[in-house]
């Protein structure tokens, strides 16, 4: 029995027809830092967007490795305060502080695999150059790396679109 892969590499097509893989799969390591992520207290963490790519501050956080919920909240508000100025992790700028602030979200333990555009070694030069995108898996995945992600307090619910362990995603909530 075969199983349907949760991600795909992007392919592109050659001028003699012959199909190269527009991206590779990346394992975060020494590089992480040079690709977005920050190190606090010694947590390679980062922000990231929906689907959409549309909004001005992350929706969510990675954090690589399986860590406690506590840890991953310190990290995501070192993120802010470093990267974006935040005083707090509550609110975006420019929301009234008098309305509800949302409970901070739960982490949660699961797995991701990155995918790094383009294959080195078939360039194309677009947009892309050099980035990574990162793809929810379960840790039988080929390439899955530990991930622990949390949603932004300020967002939406289903903005992140991070595994929730009560729905059968393949993750825990952390400690």
């Known amino acids: 029995m075969t199983t349907k892969p949760l991600y ?15 991206e590779q799969l990346w394992t975060p390591g020494e590089d992480a830092v040079e690709n977005g992520f920050l190190v606090y207290r010694g947590l390679h963490v980062t922000g990231i967007d929906d689907p959409t790519d549309d909004h001005l501050y992350p929706v969510g956080f990675v954090v690589l490795g399986h860590h406690r919920w506590a840890d991953i909240i310190e990290a995501a508000a070192a993120y802010m ?14 929301d009234d502080p008098s309305e509800l602030t949302p409970r901070i979200p739960r982490a949660v333990l699961t797995h991701g695999v990155f995918l790094r555009h ?58």
């Open 8 to 22: 795909k590499i992007e392919t592109s097509e050659g001028d003699d027809g012959t199909l190269h893989p527009a």
């Open 81 to 94: 305060a470093r990267i974006h100025g935040w005083r707090n992790l509550h609110l975006y700028p420019g």
């Open 118 to 175: 383009p294959h080195p070694d078939h360039g194309c030069g677009c947009e892309w150059d050099e980035t990574w995108r990162m793809v929810w898996a379960p840790s039988t995945e080929p390439g899955a790396v530990p991930i622990t992600a949390m949603r932004h307090p300020a967002a939406p619910v289903t903005a992140a679109g991070i595994p929730n362990p009560d729905e059968g995603a393949p993750a825990t909530w952390a400690a």
